[in-house]
């Protein structure tokens, strides 16, 4: 248990009012937000509950032993590119788990979604051989939850000073966090080019905020736990929040095999097993899914029963399809004066000139942001970081590190992920986790316009690098992808219950007291960096779910 | 620890952190005091993981890895010792791949010298050799990637020896920075200060 305790506990039979599955980017907005509203709430997180002291900088122990992550050990995966392919046992994906989830360790890049991307298919067209819809919510029904997001969090940033920006209610809370090197040489050189580069949005605080004390910038965002809970993931803001009200009880270790239902089609609560393997059923007036684009798809699946032969909610046969990864370019620059990118914060100035291509212009469909970073810790960096075309042992390996260590910088580019029905999550019978459950199967296949939009962000960052007078420009290669940093579009959202899931109030088509809300309620992928969205929603959700209970509705 | 605190306390104070009321020195410590492990030190601690054969090869590949030239090398970083212990305590699910990784590279060195006992019986040369026509396979991956844990993990885990290989790269693990961070943001600095 955490520092936060003690808290509110409830019996198994206590019929609480919600029962949330996941306790990360938005379980634990929806616990925070309807305790906050008076709801009796339990939260159920396969993972522990950390503290910001048991954190630390060893980036072999936290990687090799999966501190914060699922554990390809303990819950193997497997792959395959195609339906038609025999899939092997391979790790597929990465997922936050713990109390607060993957954003414990994210990079702490915070963008909206744009205006285009609840409504892109309806202006452009559908796109034949994919998934290509709209969202039946607009940005405009969003923006008051991405403003609230960014408030009630803790986000840093400069509102105004991108063209491209969408329109905000309120400006950051908290002024942006110092600029980096990597951030002038992008900032200087895009700007000659003609592009409106500006401060990148963060998760982080650049100041004290709401008691929490303000980033020291010491170089361990991604991948990481913020030993000063600078940054803004729930793990320090909507957890202890939750449990202050007296209404929530976080129960760590509780790994959720099945949704019960009763003979009415009602979900009556959920079977978990505890830290010692013991199997519990909690219950609850209704349940919410938020456990990721992967695990809540499965969960669905597993819970499989004679009212729900396909699997719970799966009336429309889509529960675990149209998953989307987005798509990430890595170019990266010599310069000649040392950075040092190891320090502060990994982003500093991002661009999003080429959010929105022009499809007849440039012959695909898609579009990206782009930002300068640096995401490498010592090992990642000699191991996998430094520019293949370099020696990768021996004396000249030695020598290559000691120069570009501290003189490289990336622009990681941000793209689309179109839905192909056939990229998905299903269950793989022939492979079991330590709990004896089907594992996840992977299909994914990166769309043709996915991987041409790649190479056109490849190519524009060259020319940044160029203009910017790197001493040496290298980019990683444009290949499919065979794993996922980001789990999107599995239950999709959507006002027809033959072609979605969920929803617009995040109830599933088919058990009114179900609601989904995580990266699988995406309808489209945006340009990288869901979370916001992932969090604006469950904060919309939250004051949904909140009105239809006032009025009886579930 | 005091020590330690007053030393943190006082690097808080002068990179001017602390402007914001409510945060003493003390809380700005503590917050970052427990993520910072002391050095293990591994030297003269026998293997529990290698043979003495498989200690003589891996040493010999990791000595082509990180050779000690004019700087040091995987030698002086105690790599060995390091996967020894990482092997035994940390990742004990990957005893077998790495011993498979080493079989493979005693094979090599038999096709590449057919007289040799082992990798590390090689001449110099003729170990270069071997790695290069194993570079391309997951068990030369398996073995590069330890030998660099090794070299520029944290020395809690007992490698890395007095940050052999940090100071190689020219980088720190101080848990506190201001700016400016480098070159190109000082130099917008000075800049911005000249104009005002």
Redesign the interface.
Known sequence: MSAASPQRKYKLADQVDFLIIGCGASGSVLARELSRNGFSVVALEQGPWLD??????????VA??SLLTNNP?KQPTTFRKTPNDKAKKQSAFVYGRMVGGGTVHFTANFWRFHEIDFIEAGKKGTIAGTGFADWPITYTDLEPYYTKAEWDLGVSGQAGVSPFDPPRSKPYPLPPM????S???FEQAARKLGYHPFPAPMAVIS??YQ?R??C????FCAGFGC???AKSSPLPTMVPQAVATGRCEIRPHSYVRKIELDSKGRAVGAVYFDENGKQSLQHAKAVIVSCNGAETPRLLLMSKSNQFPSGLANSSGLVGKYLMFNTFTITGGL?E????????IEVTRILQDFYELDAQKVGFYGGGGMDARFVWT??Q???FGISPHLP????E??KA??KY??RTMYLTGHGTSLPLETNSITLDETVKDEWGLPAICVTYKDHPDDLANQRFLVARSMEILETAKALDRWSFPVEEQNYGFHLLGTCRMGNDPKSSVINAEHRSHDVPNLFLCDGSSLVTSGRGQPTETIQALAFRASDRITALAKKGEI | MTNRRTFLSQA?ASLG?LY?T??TPE??AQ??E????APRNLDGQPFRFFTPQQAADYEAFAG????T?D?P?AKEANVVRFVDF?LSE??P?NKENFANALKALGEQAKRTNPEAKSFAALASAQQ?EA?KAL?KTDEFGTL??YT??G????P??GGNKDQI??K????K???????P?????E??MKEQKEKA
Not at chain 1, 337 to 344: A, T
Request: proline share 4%; charged share 20%.
């Open positions: 910001r002291k048991q954190f630390s900088h060893d980036e072999y122990r090799a032993q050990q110092p600029v980096k090197s951030g002038v040489i100041q004290s008691g004390l303000p020291a910038h010491c170089g030993e000063m809970g310069f004066h040392q950075l040092n990118e190891y320090k502060s010592p090992i960096f000699a191991a990768q042992w021996g004396s390996y030695k590190l000691q260590f501290t | 808080a952190l914001v409510g945060i809380l700005f917050a970052h427990h993520a910072k492990a082509q890895v990180f050779p030239d700087t090398g990482a940390i990742e699910q270069i790695m570079e590069r990637f660099i844990v070299f520029l993990g944290d809690a885990d290989g940090w190689l790269i020219g980088f693990d101080d848990f506190y920075y201001a700016p961070f480098g070159y190109y943001d130099q917008l």
